[in-house]
Nanobody, 118 residues
Framework: VQLQASGGGLVQAGGSLRLSCAAS????????LGWFRQAPGKEREFVAG????????NYADSVKGRFTISRDNAKNTVYLQMNSLKPEDTAVYYC????????????WGQGTQVTVSS
């Protein structure tokens, strides 16, 4: 599967953004999908993940209650709705995919920059 992330930008603290990740391939619905982010000088970290069916969702503690991950299998797209953004959410955001039996995410899209100003 090939992944293409979009929707990043500059937003003030307290604002919202919605990231999208479009996937190619007919087997999109077979993949679990995740969002990760990497801030300057920091390691990449997990943000949110959703199973192939959408029935299992999990979030990093730092974004719980503010971010929502969802997927539309008909559109081959996964979304990350980000509300109440904070300056510490500033990072390059990446979407990633894995098959149900894989522990790691071997498929990655290019990143999209999210900058939150104070």
């Amino acid at each position: 599967v090939q992944l293409q992330a979009s929707g990043g930008g500059l937003v003030q603290a307290g604002g919202s953004l919605r990231l999208s990740c479009a996937a190619s391939g007919r087997t999109f619905r077979s993949y679990g999908l995740g969002w990760f982010r990497q801030a300057p000088g920091k390691e990449r970290e997990f943000v949110a993940g959703i199973s192939w069916s959408g029935g299992s969702i999990n979030y990093a503690d730092s974004v719980k209650g503010r971010f929502t991950i969802s997927r539309d299998n008909a559109k081959n797209t996964v979304y990350l709705q980000m509300n109440s953004l904070k300056p510490e959410d500033t990072a390059v955001y990446y979407c990633a995919g894995r098959l149900s039996w894989q522990k790691e995410y071997p498929y990655w899209g290019q990143g999209t920059q999210v900058t939150v100003s104070s």
